[in-house]
């Protein structure tokens, strides 16, 4: 797999019917090794190592319905009250960013209601606060890391 915009992870890999397989942390199994889930692994990667969101407030495709159509999210990351904090959208390294991939992101955002979204390809990433009041999202330099929740 090629490199990406993010440090070197140390990854467990395993070959199996002639296919490789990453090990997926959140999910606790092995995965087949395709180029959406090698940014994926990353992405999570740095959302624990970089960022300090706990694994246990991870959670990788999960199927949700959007205008009666099933569809799945790539990463979400819950807050300790059970909202989604950011929603993130991986595409494979040769899937350029575009207005397409906003709006996918978008219109899952209008079920899941995530205050920050990330869309990246491992080469290029967008990071974006939600402002709900205006029905818009600002584009960030970066994420914020987490922050423990005072009750």
């Known amino acids: 797999m090629q490199p990406l915009n993010y440090p070197a992870y140390d990854f467990r890999f395993k070959n199996r019917e002639n296919k490789v397989y990453i090990f997926d942390a959140v999910r606790k199994k092995f995965v087949v090794l395709q180029p959406e889930e090698w940014v994926r692994q990353h992405v999570v990667q740095h959302l624990v190592s970089e960022k300090k969101y706990p694994i246990s407030h991870i959670n990788v495709e999960k199927q949700l319905t959007v205008n009666k159509l099933k569809k799945r999210y790539d990463v979400v990351i819950f807050n300790p009250s059970g909202t989604i904090e950011v929603l993130v959208e991986c595409k494979a390294p040769q899937v350029v960013i575009t207005q397409q991939v906003f709006d996918q992101i978008a219109r899952y955002n209008l079920q899941l209601k995530a205050r920050?979204?990330?869309?990246?390809?491992?080469?290029?990433?967008?990071?974006?606060?939600?402002?709900?009041?205006?029905?818009?999202?600002?584009?960030?330099?970066?994420?914020?890391?987490?922050?423990?929740?005072?009750?």
């Open 116 to 151: 920050y979204l990330i869309v990246t390809n491992g080469l290029d990433h967008f990071f974006c606060e939600m402002d709900f009041e205006n029905e818009q999202y600002n584009f960030l330099r970066d994420i914020p890391g987490y922050k423990v929740q005072q009750p």
